[in-house]
């Protein structure tokens, strides 16, 4: 099961015609669905052969979420930059992995989506060496290795590399490692072309993304579709300041009377009904759902929203137009630069709420817009269609490392009580569920780092106490010697690596979370383990 490492070999690659149904796919696989295209795009096609943004999995009706997508900003060389997109096509991203040459060849292989599911891979464990089988297209050209040659990177897709040689070989019975019960897989850069959405200049980044989603009866699950962002810094250079954002246009049924905010607490965003009927018919009527994004690698940091070209309001509350304007809604601030300011939280449905736009700075900074933990809400007057942000934590991130950023959709309907504010409290109910469940079942960013089978106490080694407060102890097997002990956080920053002292690790100044520590092995074997600081 590869997921990472050194290889300076090119993967099997199929000469299969990729059809222009690969451009975009669709996970239905529970009670929504929602689509995914090439180059990054979330839930628009803008070839126009399907429309779908996150709905319930029924034929027509309307949506949860319109569109959303990723944000990215970092520093190099005193320069800020950002890279980001909103609507499909408006993006500085484009399909495929950081690499040399982008001729046809390329084209071919990576301006595509992946789309593999639970069952697939089971037959072809099966069946692969039956004769007369057909290998899914799909599992036949998972882009498992890149064309070092290209200057591409040589591990891409995550798959079980059963004879560990760093190599995807499908026909040797080799698949994909995908997370749920059907993934959609894709990969992105922005550095293949102009940055149409930001006007800057690239941060430097190839992202590879897996969108999933479980076959189960479980409500907060079949209600929940995952997406796993890993970035890696392929600038050339350190990304100080990196910081990852996430957009969205909610346009939650009729967008006309939608309502946003967010649960700092819970880390999430979310958007509702501002009533209890959501009418017309682009509505969901009586007793309408809410929608939200829940940060789940991450803490949200902050949250921002934004008026659309129907809503009137000052200036510096409008769309972004270009780089500056991007990077301060990344920051909290508005366009013009002031900051976004706690104004008279007033509680739910009422106009004494402000709107957060305060460029005297008469009301405190806050890094959270309409935080129902400090009982601010939007104003009635405000309600419609609005554009949200949120962002996570800013981190360093040296050349070719990595950061995951793994988030969650999620809707909830109460139809049992005529409260407006009914489905928003069954909603956080289930973000709580789901946050839970993603602690219990996450493997962490270094999944994509090292084998699931090693990701387990190896009979080599073993770390105590678990938990801990100030120091961890590592006591060796008797047959293999440790060379490396390495210490990162859930989605992947390195925090320590040592070399000699492994026997204790200082962890005091760690804040209170799970940590993965992976010791490596003389001979080349490695075992990862959670730790958790108190």
Known sequence: FWLGGEVAYTNYVSKTHISSAESYGTLAVNGIKAGFYKGGDLFLNPEGEEFSDIRPNVPGGPGYIYTSNLWVKGSSGGNEKVSAATYALLRDFNSGPVSGLYDSDYIHRYDRVWKVNKAQIADFKANYNTPGYSIPEAILNWPGNGDVLKGEAPVLAPFEDLNNNGIYEPYMGEYPYIKGDEAIYFIINDTRGLSLQTESVPVGVEIHCMAYAFDTTDEALANTIFLGYRIFNRSGTTLTNFKTGFWSDFDLGAPWDDRVGCDSRLNLMYSYNGDSNDEGPLGFGAFPPASGILFLSDSLRGTLNYLSYSLNGPDAMHAPENAANFINYMDQKWLDGSLLRLENPSGPSNNRNGDGYDPMGSYPATNFHFNDKDQWFQPVYLEGDMRSLG???????????????????????????????????????????????????????????????????????????????????IREGEELAIQTVRMFTMNGVKLKDITREWYSIDIAELPTGVYLVQLQFEDGTTSVQKIMKE
Do not use: H, W
Not at 426 to 440: G, H, I, N, P
Not at 451 to 464: C, D, H
């Open 391 to 473: 962002v996570g934590s800013e981190v360093t991130l040296q050349d070719n490392e990595s950061y995951c950023f793994e988030i969650a959709f999620l809707q909830a309907r109460d139809q049992s009580s005529p409260d407006f504010m009914a489905s928003l409290n069954l909603l956080k109910s289930r973000a709580a569920d789901l946050r839970s469940f993603y602690a219990a079942n996450n493997e962490g960013c270094l999944e994509n780092v090292v084998s699931l089978r090693e990701e387990t106490k190896s009979p080599q080694a073993f770390i105590y106490p678990n938990p801990a407060r100030t120091r961890l102890f």
